[in-house]
C-alpha cells in the first residue's frame, strides 16, 4: 500500500505566499503524518516554499524536494476561464459542462502525473505533494473516477494505491 497526500497551497500573492499563507502552512506542519518517503512540488515557487516550511515542521529537512511538473496544467488559462464561466468556488462536474475536452483530457494527464508519484514510492511509503486546485482534484478524477469537492487554501485529498487499485481515503 501506498499513500499520496495532495495539498492545494496556502494564501498566496502571485507565486509566493503571504505572511497568513506562511502561517496557515505552519499550523498545518504541526498536523502531518510524516514520515513522508517524498515532498512532491509541481514546480510552482508557492507551492515548493509550502513544502519547504512542511518539511520543516515534519523534521525532514534533507529529505529533497522533487518537481513534479506534469501536475501542473500546460493550460491554466483554460481552467481559469471554464472556471470562470461555471461560476466561483465551481466543482469540476460544473467545469465539465462547460469544457469537457478540457477536463476529460487534463484529468487524463494529471493522472498520469499523479500515477508516477505512486511508482515511485516504495511499499508503505507515504509522499505529500502542494499543488492547485482544480488541477489536484482533476488527478484524482483520472486516477480514481471519483469527483471530488473543490479544495480550499492548505486543504488536502488523500489517496491510497492498494495492489494497483486506487481511493480517495480521505478529504482533509
Not at 515548493?48 to 488559462?77: C, H, K, N, W, Y
Not at 472556471?83 to 483530457?105: N, T
Request: net charge negative; with cysteine; proline share 4%.
Amino acid at each position: 500500500m501506498r499513500t499520496v497526500e495532495l495539498r492545494r497551497h496556502t494564501e498566496n500573492d502571485g507565486d509566493r505566499l503571504t505572511p497568513q499563507g506562511v502561517r496557515d502552512a505552519e499550523s498545518i506542519g504541526a498536523r502531518l503524518h510524516a514520515p513522508y518517503a517524498a515532498y512532491v512540488s509541481t514546480g510552482a515557487a508557492r507551492c515548493t516554499e509550502m513544502l519547504e516550511i512542511l518539511r520543516r515542521a515534519a523534521g525532514q529537512e534533507d529529505e529533497p524536494i522533487v518537481e513534479a511538473t506534469g501536475l501542473r496544467s500546460a493550460v491554466e488559462d483554460r481552467w481559469r476561464a471554464a472556471s470562470k464561466a461555471a461560476g466561483k468556488g465551481s466543482d469540476l462536474e460544473a467545469m465539465r459542462a462547460v469544457d469537457p475536452d478540457l477536463v476529460e483530457k487534463e484529468s487524463m494527464l494529471l493522472a498520469t502525473a499523479l500515477r508516477q508519484v505512486f511508482e515511485r514510492l516504495p511499499e508503505g511509503g507515504r509522499a505529500l505533494v502542494v499543488g492547485h486546485s482544480p488541477t489536484n482534484e482533476a488527478a484524482v478524477l483520472g486516477l480514481t473516477g471519483e469527483l471530488v469537492a473543490p479544495l480550499g487554501k492548505g486543504r488536502a485529498i488523500v489517496v491510497v494505491e492498494d495492489s494497483g487499485r486506487y481511493a480517495v481515503e480521505r478529504l482533509d
